[in-house]
């Protein structure tokens, strides 16, 4: 089955920079990879999604690239706010399967103020 | 804005005792996920319904755990008898339907408690 890993566990940043989270699959039929925010004591929340037509999608401060061949995708958030903090999990699916996902171990994001 | 609906938020139950999770998806939505979230991971999935059809339940340890969708709109999700291990998030979420490609939405889950 499907295999997501996804680095690093967890990430400290100044408030204004950017943040970089990676995950890497194993399966090449998976063909959707969604990121998910879950803050304390709540259930994920999508944030941005990505399909393997695609190589980049981008909305206003939060990015998603797709690498196929090397089968990773990365999530790139830009101006970074104390409100971003919480635990990010990228995820990866196969069409076929439904909609499984298959998570990654999850990055608890840290933003100073 | 719809939302998939879950109660109860918090659960502490004895081991060895029964407990019952239940979860209301977005209207509409056909296929309905039980995902468990042990502290500090990703979540992991239980069991996937398709309307009122289990289409997984590889990972279900069914020597416990069951789960129904009846009518194909709510689902329960019940662990009897409960183990000290089962302590966890319990997660339901919701989407469209299958064929992937489709945005599965989530509940804000049950903290389970086994003491």
């Known amino acids: 089955g499907e295999n997501v890993e996804q680095h690093p566990s967890t990430l400290s940043v100044q408030e204004g920079d950017s943040a970089v989270i990676k995950c890497t699959y194993s399966?090449?039929?998976?063909?959707?990879f969604p990121w998910y925010k879950q803050e304390l004591g709540k259930g994920p929340q999508l944030i941005i999604d990505?399909?393997?037509?695609?190589g980049e999608k981008k909305d206003q401060r939060i990015a998603v690239t797709l690498n196929k061949t090397a089968k990773h995708f990365s999530l790139h958030i830009t101006e970074t706010q104390p409100e971003d903090s919480a635990v990010y999990f990228c995820?990866?699916?196969?069409?076929?399967?439904?909609?499984?996902?298959?998570f990654g171990g999850g990055t608890r994001l840290m933003v100073k103020p | 804005e719809a939302e998939v609906a879950q109660s109860p938020r918090y659960k502490i139950t004895e081991k060895s005792q029964a407990v019952a999770f239940w979860c209301d998806p977005i209207?509409?939505?056909?296929?309905l996920y039980w995902y468990r979230q042990i502290l500090g991971q990703g979540p992991e999935l239980l069991v996937q319904f398709q309307d009122e059809s289990v289409v997984d339940d590889s990972q279900l340890p069914k020597d416990r755990f069951s789960a129904e969708r009846l009518k194909g709109v709510d689902s329960t999700l019940k662990i009897q008898p409960a183990e000290l291990g089962d302590s966890a998030m319990y997660l339901c979420?919701?989407?469209w339907g299958t064929g992937g490609n489709t945005e599965a939405f989530f509940g804000q889950g049950t903290r389970l408690t086994v003491v």
């Open positions: 995820a990866a699916s196969m069409g076929n399967a439904g909609n499984m996902l298959t």
């Open positions: 209207s509409g939505h056909a296929t």
């Open positions: 399966d090449s039929a998976s063909n959707y």
């Open positions: 979420a919701s989407s």
């Open positions: 990505i399909r393997s037509n695609v």
